[in-house]
């Protein structure tokens, strides 16, 4: 994003701060409020590093050492789990970003290189509920609460199986992990959580946030998309808003529209979740905190753990990446608070964003989401129009509807086209075809 993009935001851009912002995740031992200071300081020794994000390179949102880059230039503030949990059992709202005590911010210097590789970053995409705070009444709090309890308790156990939903069976948890499935932060890797209010400068009151804390800001709106469209984060969107909400819900918000989009180019069915008020009261009701069996003769097991949640709320409306014509299209028909935002920031993002997840994406990957004939049709034809030839490796559309009934040599197609090493249609029980068709494609596996 431009330097003259960004101060447009800061002047006269009220959702990008009131409905959208950054957060961190990390655990501090200093229980003191970070200083304006020390966020100026964090934004000075960033500033050398600021160039390089602005290269666009294709395998940053699958590079996990990008991630890792944006996330020590510190520019986003992620926070801990402890933070969500301590706070609603205390009663009291998240606070801001400037106010958030500091034993509850991830603080990337202390981490080793170990933690580094297994770091998880959860971002979280919602609606603000009202101007001056996005939940003064902790209505999202709570459920965010219960969903990190679970996240940090979870962890890969050889012997269970899991309930995939169709009715048919379970599938074994090794089966799970070997396809990139999460079973959460139990075995004790760090977890760091984005979201806007207590990870980016706020300027709430007006007028009290610092030109520092305004640099931060502006820096951190650069890379806004980032959060939500890596391959390494997770995204859970709050798709839910209290009874009589004065404000348009999160199917129709610009803002949310944007970061559902292009949290869905590349990420893993089980790292965009849909926690809608259907999940929110069940999740409260304590429907995942212990096991339970499912199926026609209560057979099939149905663990209460956090991988079983993902399984049981994985996004199954998505479809294919939009392209970006179309995302243009749809986006016009939806609310921002700043109608420019629209033009000015929105497309051009997702734009940028599209070239580099899907142009230069290594993996696409939609196993268990269900796709139908025409939504497998649609990945097709995304691959066949964007990506490239030899950086796009592995095509997943295992666990498909029984009624993705795309021929085999249409595969075989697209996979010589792009001389695919791997294509996985496990489960795909509609796809029939010549055996012959894949022979002579000796580099697939």
């Not at 940053?60 to 706070?87: A, G, M």
């Not at 990337?108 to 009444?137: G, M, R």
Request: glycine content about 8%.
């Amino acid at each position: 994003m431009s330097n003259k993009v960004a101060s447009v935001i800061d002047g006269g851009k009220q959702e990008a701060e009131q409905l959208r912002q950054p957060s961190l995740a990390s655990t501090n031992a200093d229980d003191a409020l970070p200083s304006s200071s020390a966020i100026s300081a964090s934004a000075a020794a960033a500033a050398s590093a600021a160039a390089e994000q602005e290269v666009l390179v294709a395998e940053n949102y699958s590079d996990r050492k990008y991630l890792l880059q944006t996330i020590k230039q510190k520019n986003v503030q992620l926070v801990s789990p402890q933070l969500f949990i301590d706070y609603h059992k205390a009663g009291k709202p998240l606070p801001k970003c400037q106010d958030v005590p500091s034993k509850y911010v991830l603080d990337p210097d202390a981490l080793t290189e170990e933690q580094w590789e297994v770091l998880e970053v959860i971002a979280i995409s919602y609606c603000w509920i009202s101007p001056d705070h996005p939940d003064p009444n902790g209505y999202y709090l709570e459920v965010l609460a219960k969903l990190l309890s679970l996240f940090v308790e979870g962890k890969y156990e050889e012997e269970k199986e899991y309930d995939m939903g169709d009715g048919e069976g379970a599938a074994p948890a090794d089966y799970l992990r070997d396809l990139g499935f999460h079973f959460g932060a139990g075995d004790g890797r760090p977890v760091g959580i984005f979201l806007d209010w207590p990870s980016v400068p706020q300027d709430k009151p007006h007028g009290s946030r610092t030109e520092a804390e305004t640099a931060v800001f502006k820096d951190a709106l650069k890379n806004i998309n980032l959060w939500y469209a890596h391959s390494a984060t997770i995204t859970w969107m709050l798709t839910f808003l209290p009874e009589g909400a004065m404000r348009t819900d999160y199917g129709s918000s610009g803002w949310t529209f944007f970061e559902f989009c292009v949290g869905a180019l590349l990420s893993h069915s089980c790292k965009l979740l849909r926690i809608d008020a259907g999940v929110r009261e069940k999740l409260l009701e304590g429907y995942w905190d212990e096991d339970r069996t499912n199926g026609e003769d209560d057979d099939i097991p149905h663990p209460g753990d956090y991988l079983q949640l993902s399984l049981d709320t994985m996004d199954t409306q998505r479809g294919p990446p939009l392209a970006p014509d179309r995302f243009n299209q749809m986006v016009d028909e939806k609310t921002f608070t700043n109608g420019a935002d629209a033009d000015a920031i929105v497309k051009p993002k997702y734009l940028k964003t599209f070239n580099a997840v899907i142009v230069g994406a290594e993996e696409l990957n939609y196993s268990g989401l269900g796709f139908d004939t025409e939504k497998a049709r649609g990945v097709l034809e995304v691959v066949r129009t964007h990506c490239k030839r030899g950086t796009l490796k592995r095509l997943n559309l295992s666990e498909s509807s029984p009624e993705m009934s795309v021929p085999l040599e249409e595969w075989a197609g697209v996979a010589g086209e792009m001389a695919l090493e791997g294509l996985n249609l496990a489960y795909c029980k509609g796809v029939s075809g010549d055996l012959a068709s894949v022979a002579g494609l000796t580099h697939l596996t």
